[in-house]
């Protein structure tokens, strides 16, 4: 099968999504015609991917993000290519591969590599090419601001998460309230799921964290939350004490286990509404565990209507996890497998998910095989993560929502392969100073110095409803700058690879980092029935209108 020809269009193309034909490598002639459909222009300091406004979505432009974070204890012995390749699935394996070849991370000062051993104490720096999901266009509500006892009470959005976390930074309640709102600092003393809306009391100094900390923390704080569940919920009084357990991280997937942390909701059935056979379902939580309503409710049979994790047949089956799901330990793996309708694509050009073949980088030098297979290559990654073995019904559980998870972004990690054909990963127009000579005060340091890329680069916001400052993501740039203490990093920054833009159908790949764009979802998929309704504390006791969900006879477009 020859890549090249425009028939590959049509066998990976659905009809709300635009995909972009894989890239073959070999033989060289292949690699070339291929190529070339991809580079329209050329792409200049000035030029960069901004995405369009989008009917009730929230936006930003991509922007490189420098950070740095302390090793973790599960992150401690093994390779740094392992752990970024477990701990994170944005990309393909071979792109982060070529990531850290490129030299924009580094362990303790010094530029690391894919081998590097990650050992306690170590400091690792790394800048990244940042693509936050949009949210919700749907404002953020303060609903009331007690200057004297220093707290406000907010109504979030479902969608926007509490506060940066994975892809997400600048759309987090926490920024947005210091960003949007013009609050100093906020402190969240608990938090609400992303896809969860409703209220949330935050605290605006640290002696008032400590006192609101400690009331969650002894249970005192009483919390009512309302629902859309599946099917007639029972007009009794319903008590669930299952205990819950975190077993996949990357997914944020939560199961009853006997293992599991106790946990204790209450529910009451407000109504039933037979036109849409679901019910609203006010729910006490007495605990505060991960995902525990969702988890409770999908245990009694009666998962809310409109999770996309807990209430999805494709995952769960249809039962839907009902009653829970076996835990008897297994070892059984799979090695993960490119979609049917990529398959012999993937097979054609190499498989970017995987480290072990050879192929040819065009111009470049042919790749290198990695010395041995990773976990993700096996499927070992799953329950990595767990702090119980997992059963074969849990791994199966797993991989169907990553697969579900990976059919939502196009199946881009299966076309991430752009970057074969470019130079070293260059933050573009970010300069890093030589390290000054060692002092006590400076220990060698380096920091970045061109201020303008990071005035030009800070994120905007691009929706209908919002174009909000983006002032204090500058500044926090340069506050948060990685400083890198080792000349090398600055010349690996320096080299600059092939500056072509790479547009497909609008901007299908960016142009910065070559990642496959992910289609916009759809605004009503981004939140689930579940809203945080009523909190008593001793700062008194605040509730919001009930979302418009709840309204009786309610309906939603279901697919």
């Not at 490598?25 to 459909?37: G, T, Y």
């Not at 974070?69 to 982060?96: C, H, N």
Request: hydrophobic share 30%; net charge positive; glycine share 6%.
């Amino acid at each position: 099968m020859t890549l090249g020809s425009p028939n590959i269009l049509h066998k990976v193309s659905r009809s709300s999504r635009v995909h972009i034909p894989l890239i073959s490598l070999s033989p060289r002639d292949q690699f070339h015609k291929n190529i070339a459909s991809f580079i329209r222009t050329t792409m200049t300091d000035e030029a960069s991917f901004v995405p369009t406004s989008a009917p009730g979505l929230k936006k930003i432009a991509p922007y490189w993000y420098p950070y740095t974070t302390m090793a973790k204890l599960r992150w401690l012995g093994r390779e740094l290519l392992e752990v970024v390749s477990t701990e994170f699935r944005d990309r393909s394996m071979e792109y982060y591969r070529y990531a850290l070849e490129s030299g924009v991370t580094t362990i303790n000062g010094r530029i690391a590599k894919p081998d590097t051993i990650i050992e306690n104490g170590d400091r690792i720096e790394n800048v990244v090419h940042r693509h936050e999901p949009p949210v919700t266009s749907t404002p953020v509500k303060v609903l009331h601001h007690d200057v004297e006892r220093e707290f406000i009470i907010v109504d979030k959005p479902g969608s926007i998460p509490v506060h940066a976390s994975g892809r997400y930074f600048r759309n987090t309640l926490v920024e947005i309230l210091v960003n949007d709102f013009g609050y100093t600092k906020v402190y969240t003393v608990n938090r609400l799921d992303r896809l969860t809306s409703g209220l949330m009391i935050l605290p605006l100094s640290a002696e008032r964290a400590r006192e609101l900390t400690s009331e969650f923390v002894a249970g005192t704080v009483r919390k009512e939350y309302v629902a859309r569940c599946r099917g007639r919920f029972p007009s009794e009084e319903v008590v669930c004490e299952e205990p819950l357990l975190t077993v996949d991280r990357q997914m944020g997937l939560n199961i009853v286990h006997p293992e599991g942390k106790p946990a204790k909701t209450i529910f009451n059935c407000i109504r039933y509404d037979a036109n849409t056979d679901s019910s609203v379902v006010r729910c006490r939580p007495l605990t505060g565990r991960s995902h525990q309503i969702r988890v409770h409710l999908q245990y009694l049979g009666y998962p809310i209507a409109n999770d996309p994790v807990y209430s999805e047949t494709k995952i769960w089956g249809d039962n839907l996890g009902k009653g829970g799901i076996d835990v008897t330990p297994s070892e059984e793996r799979a090695a993960p497998s490119p979609p049917p309708h990529l398959k012999s694509d993937v097979d054609a050009i190499g498989n970017p998910e995987s480290l072990t073949k050879t192929a040819a980088y065009g111009e470049q030098p042919p790749i290198v095989p990695y010395v041995k297979l990773l976990p993700r290559e096996t499927g070992q990654d799953i329950g990595m993560g767990s702090p119980v073995p997992l059963s074969t019904e849990a791994v199966g559980v797993i991989t169907r929502l990553r697969n579900m998870k990976d059919e939502d972004e196009d199946w881009s990690r299966w076309r991430d392969v752009v970057f074969r054909a470019k130079g070293v990963l260059t933050p573009r127009g970010l300069d890093i100073k030589p390290p000054h000579r060692k002092t006590k005060e400076s220990v060698g340091q380096g920091e970045f110095v061109n201020e303008s890329w990071n005035l030009k680069k800070a994120p905007k916001y691009y929706s209908d409803e919002d174009k909000a400052s983006s002032k204090k993501t500058r500044r926090t740039l340069k506050k948060h700058a990685p400083r890198f203490h080792s000349r090398e990093f600055g010349s690996a920054l320096d080299r600059r690879g092939s500056r072509k833009t790479i547009v497909e159908a609008d901007n299908r790949y960016c142009p910065e980092c070559y990642l496959p764009l992910h289609p916009d979802p759809k605004p009503e998929k981004l939140y689930i029935f579940l809203h945080a309704l009523k909190y008593t504390t001793s700062l008194g006791s605040f509730e919001t209108d009930m979302p418009e969900w709840a309204g009786e006879g309610w309906s939603w477009e279901r697919s």
